[in-house]
């Protein structure tokens, strides 16, 4: 079956240090991969989109991977804050479709001062 | 500028009662979408529209309908609520641009079915 899977646990990490998040799917093969942050009682927002045949994108301090032969996704923030603190979403596009989007779940992130 | 804009943001209704939650986007898109969103879950699609005057079926459609009113405006309807329809509903918008399709999304609507 399909499925894509983030850690269901929370990740508590102390400031400054690098928080890292994965995705991992299996019986998909999507054309990109995008990242969303939600904070608690809002709407998703767009962090960062990677396609197939790119291997990493960064954006100031964060930096996606996308490895399509181990078909995972790692999602890093680098010097974290505590206002990084949030639920961070990964969501598939699969190809020949226009934008249909498979989220996973989501992982909670806790930067602790 | 006020995005995705989703009207109400909080409901209770009773079993069989039915509502409309509209959206509405002001970033002149063609694409638009409704998710639902519960615990543990992924936000899963419930309908989508490609464009003006098309509606398409997500992954969890039944007990729900759409309307695409114009380009800007999708409104999703439940026709009798049931308890199994507890859960926070977000609407969403996205245009291709250079073949990249993030979506931005509304502030969510939190129904309760009793």
């Known amino acids: 079956s399909q499925k894509i899977e983030q850690n269901s646990e929370a990740l508590n990490i102390q400031e400054g240090k690098t928080a890292t998040l994965t995705c991992n799917y299996t019986?998909?093969?999507?054309?990109?991969l995008q990242w969303y942050r939600q904070d608690p009682g809002r709407g998703p927002v767009f962090l960062l989109l990677?396609?197939?045949?790119?291997k990493e994108k960064r954006k100031e301090r964060l930096k996606v991977t996308f490895d399509t032969t181990l078909k995972q996704s790692l999602f890093h923030i680098t010097a974290s804050q505590p206002a990084d603190s949030a639920t961070y979403l990964c969501?598939?596009?699969?190809?020949?479709?226009?934008?249909?989007?498979?989220f996973g779940a989501g992982t909670r992130l806790a930067v602790h001062p | 500028n006020a995005g995705v804009t989703q009207t109400p943001k909080f409901q209770v209704l009773k079993t069989g009662q039915s509502m409309t939650l509209q959206c509405a986007q002001d970033?002149?898109?063609?694409?638009m979408y409704w998710y639902r969103q519960d615990p543990g879950m992924g936000l899963r699609l419930i309908y989508y529209?490609?464009?003006?005057?098309?509606?398409d079926k997500g992954e969890v459609p039944n007990g729900y309908n759409v309307s695409r009113l114009n380009k800007r405006e999708f409104s999703l309807r439940l026709e009798s609520a049931a308890p199994s329809q507890t859960s926070v509903y977000f609407c969403a918008s996205s245009e291709a641009r250079g073949h990249t399709y993030e979506q931005y999304f509304g502030p969510g609507t939190r129904l309760t079915v009793t």
């Open positions: 970033m002149n898109h063609n694409s």
């Open positions: 990677i396609r197939e045949n790119e």
């Open positions: 969501a598939l596009s699969l190809s020949g479709g226009y934008n249909k989007l498979i």
């Open positions: 019986n998909y093969s999507p054309a990109y």
């Open positions: 529209s490609a464009s003006e005057g098309t509606t």
